[in-house]
């Protein structure tokens, strides 16, 4: 798998599957197909985030849960799982 996260904390915004073309320029992210990509991150680029391939993402993985400092998975201390946020 593939992951992107964030230079400044290590968390991980985003998982995808090998296959997924994931490319970093300085302006943004585009996942998918240059010509016409999946989505493009926009609050993300190659001064802010990293791109770390072959990984294996954690069963339960959710975006921004965990952290991936020296090739080894940490959850987020105090995380909270939007889904089950009551009226927010």
Do not use: Q
Not at 27 to 45: C, K, L
Not at 49 to 69: H, R, S
Request: glycine share 8%; charged share 30%.
């Amino acid at each position: 798998m593939k992951l992107i996260l964030s230079n400044e904390d290590k968390v991980v915004k985003y998982l995808f599957e090998d296959d997924k073309a994931v490319a970093l320029s300085a302006a943004h992210i585009v996942v998918g197909d240059a010509a016409s990509p999946d989505f493009i991150i926009g609050d993300m680029n190659s001064t802010n985030a990293t791109l770390v391939e072959g990984v294996t993402g954690p069963e339960d993985w959710f975006g921004c849960k965990f952290k991936y400092v020296d090739n080894a998975w940490a959850e987020v201390e105090g995380w909270e799982d939007p889904r089950l946020r009551d009226g927010e």
